[in-house]
């Protein structure tokens, strides 16, 4: 059974970064779309960032797009998520997923994904 495992998340003032992991272990990574999600309390789940793993091209929301990035480590199992510029809206817990998809299959809907995290808080306060 494939595992996601997210790290990184925390505390951050508005304005900071924070760079999120997740490692995937038991599947070829590199053969795996690889997602971004969020959900803030009473909220829904929402996209934040995918990517594919030919290429690879990286897909974003609108809300995040120039601020955050999102890359992959093959050797490593790792896709990261590098987030900059944070504000207060940006506080979440945030999902790694992934899909054992093709080459270009990096969907911006959650129920596209497979596999799951178990997520890990980043909360933006002064």
């Known amino acids: 059974q494939v595992q996601l495992v997210e790290s990184g998340g925390g505390l951050v003032q508005p304005g900071g970064s924070l760079r999120l992991s997740c490692e995937l272990s038991?599947?070829?990574?590199?053969?795996?779309?690889m997602g971004w999600f969020r959900q803030a309390p009473g909220k829904e789940r929402e996209f934040v960032a995918s990517?594919?793993?030919?290429?690879?091209?990286?897909f974003y929301s609108d809300s995040v797009k120039d601020r955050f990035t999102i890359s992959r480590d093959n050797a490593k199992s790792t896709v990261y998520l590098q987030m900059n510029a944070l504000q207060p809206e940006d506080t979440a817990v945030y999902y790694c997923?992934?899909?054992?998809?093709?080459?270009?299959?990096?969907?911006?809907?959650?129920?596209?994904?497979?596999?799951w995290g178990q997520g890990t808080q980043v909360t933006v306060s002064s």
């Open positions: 990517i594919t793993w030919s290429g690879p091209m990286p």
């Open positions: 997923a992934a899909l054992p998809g093709g080459p270009w299959d990096a969907p911006q809907e959650a129920r596209g994904y497979r596999h």
């Open positions: 038991r599947g070829t990574f590199s053969r795996y779309g």
